[in-house]
């Protein structure tokens, strides 16, 4: 069965502390995966798309990087204001996509 | 700017009741879902469409109906049969049905009554 598991389910860090999400999939024919940012009570931002494994992506504290695997959203640094829920999804070759049930990051000041 | 726009913000239905969720896309996207969120799950979709008079049914498509008589609205109707219709619903939109969900909007919260 395809599935898609985030992990940790939650995470705290101290402002300034680096850390890493996990995104694992049991996919056939992976077309891409992808990351987002919710905020409590909105609705998901687009933040990442990776096609092929080895690929990386930056933006501002946040890198994202693919293996056949899995996929780790890097945290460099982070801000209060990085807290939040990130998900992440996998589409397939017949455009079905699966989502994550997230982690949820807070950032203590 | 550009977005979606989802209404209300909340909802309550009694039961029996049909209730029907807005979304509104002013992006001139092709695409556009509706997704349920449940606490502790991952997103689900509910229903898709790729084209103006074309929809197709997601995952949890039983007890929901839509509509895509325009490009710019996508309506939701959360019918009786829908015996646990509690969550928190979302729109979305992507340029073409081959692409991820590019923009959501701000959800929908629906509670019985």
């Known amino acids: 069965e395809d599935q898609v598991t985030q992990s940790p389910e939650a995470l705290r860090l101290q402002e300034g502390e680096s850390s890493s999400l996990n995104c694992s999939y049991t996919?056939?024919?992976?077309?891409?995966l992808f990351w987002y940012r919710q905020d409590p009570g909105k609705g998901p931002e687009f933040l990442f798309t990776?096609?092929?494994a080895g690929e990386e992506k930056e933006k501002e504290r946040l890198k994202a990087t693919l293996t056949k695997k899995e996929s780790f959203l890097h945290i460099t640094a982070p801000k209060p204001e990085d807290s939040a829920t990130y998900l992440c999804?996998?589409?397939?070759?017949?455009?079905?996509?699966?989502f994550g049930k997230g982690t949820r990051l807070h950032i203590l000041p | 700017d550009g977005g979606i726009t989802q209404s209300p913000k909340y909802l309550f239905r009694k039961e029996g009741q049909n209730v029907t969720l807005s979304c509104e896309q002013n992006?001139?996207?092709?695409?556009m879902y509706w997704y349920r969120q449940d606490p502790g799950q991952g997103l689900r979709l509910i229903y898709y469409s790729q084209i103006v008079n074309d929809f197709q049914k997601g995952d949890i498509a039983e007890g929901y109906s839509v509509s895509r008589e325009k490009k710019e609205s996508f309506p939701l109707t959360v019918t009786s049969a829908q015996k646990n219709p509690t969550a928190f619903y979302l729109c979305?939109?992507?340029?073409?049905?081959?692409?991820?969900?590019?923009?959501f909007g701000d959800g929908t919260r629906l509670s019985i009554l």
């Open positions: 996919v056939s024919g992976l077309r891409g």
């Open positions: 979305a939109s992507s340029i073409d049905q081959g692409d991820q969900p590019q923009h």
């Open positions: 992006l001139n996207h092709d695409a």
């Open positions: 999804a996998v589409t397939f070759l017949d455009d079905k996509i699966i």
């Open positions: 990776l096609y092929s």
